[in-house]
């Protein structure tokens, strides 16, 4: 399950959202688990895939 990174505009902080592709793509209403704010920005991050195939 992916991760997105946010980042609350009222409080500053830093949180980490769990959702399903799915759940994402219908733009969930993402709340700060610090201040319970609505303001709040997705953060670029990275990410990597692991499979058991060599390259």
Do not use: Q, W
Not at 8 to 33: A, M, Q
């Amino acid at each position: 399950m992916p991760a997105y990174e946010f980042n609350c505009k009222s409080c500053g902080k830093d949180f980490t959202v769990f959702l399903s592709i799915k759940e994402f793509e219908k733009n969930p209403s993402i709340i700060c688990e610090h201040c319970k704010s609505n303001n709040v920005t997705r953060k670029l991050s990275g990410f990597f895939a692991k499979t058991s195939k060599k390259s």
